[in-house]
């Protein structure tokens, strides 16, 4: 980590701590409380837990005379822990009525001042510094599901309720319109390095940093919008088994889809659920809300398919510093801030990976299997989360997430 002091540690900690009560204001206490699927977690949930965290694993440990703030809230809001001990199960974090949402503020409200008489002392620990700031990077992944899971959880009420205004939300539902017609950026590849390389936080999935071999490739210039998904749509893409995986034609056909989630096909045309409301659908904008299936399957309809992990990594690392020697990367638009990237890359660990030892290895590592990779970030990821190195993960079948389509091609 770079060289911080109490007050940057401090002033980083309340900012990311109050960000998360900043994203719950538009909601009501009835809004926090539901839980519409069971991959989605209540707001209320997420408020709790990511204050477990630190509860947990900060201040137990290093909290002269620790007492937690309720001794319940040890299984009601551990996730996924088994280092820790008995879990809620997660199907049912909608029931969890009490402890109010009111209560829940409180707790977060005890854990931070708990944590502003910490921060003085822990600068001298380096391993304290990085679980604290892994606790905030886990805060900021939890506020974009928080917002995906409000967004999931909103589009169940006929009413389409908004979360905020079209301004504000979603990019502020510009999400980088696309005026141009798609380029195809060519890129060398060779024997490259891909990982962490060191210096500033990095998740324990990113390393080690290694080589790995690339064909040349070429990378869509921007991702697939809207009107080029309603071609695929109302060209009966999603009739025609040609274009899927197997298994993505039967969890197609089981669930009768035929068009991303969120969309619905009304007078005037296509419209989209979007944290705003119900909005026609703009032709210009990328198409979100997909699965692994979905994607793959338009990819091979446009003559094309997905990017491997370390052909994106590659490319993100020559979009920030193309260079003169004529490898490629200059040009690639929406990298970051608008929809994760499907990957044709099964999350697995990298080469020399090793799991850190005691609970909070559980962290990234025991989900290394039927799991696909997503690169870039989103809308509703938070400033300075994400980087080029980074590996979000959901299984093929996963659609809620902010999830969009950049495409591939061999050379
Ligand atoms: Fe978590």
Redesign the pocket.
Known sequence: MDPMTTADLALRYAAIRDHSVALVAPLSAEDCGAQSMPDASPAKWHLA?TTW?FETFVLEAHEPGFAPFNPAFRVLFN?YYNGVGAKHPRPQRGLLTRPSLQEVLAYRADVDARMARLLPAVLQDQALCALIELGLQ?EQQ?QELLLTDIKHLLSCNPLYPAYGDAATVEGGLAIAPATAPLGWLPLDGGLVEIGHAGGGFAFDNESPRHRTYLAPFALASRLVTNAEWVAFVEGGGYQDPVHWLAEGWDWRGAQNLDHPLYWQHREGGWHRFSLAGLQPLQAGQPVLHLSYYEADAYARWAGARLPTEAEWEHAAHRAAAPGADGGGGAGLEQLFGTAWQWTQSGYAAYPGFRVAEGAVGEYNGKFMVNQYVLRGSSCATPPGHARATYRNFFPATARWQFTGVRLARDL
Do not use: A, E, N, Y
């Open positions: 837990h965290f996730s886990h939890h």
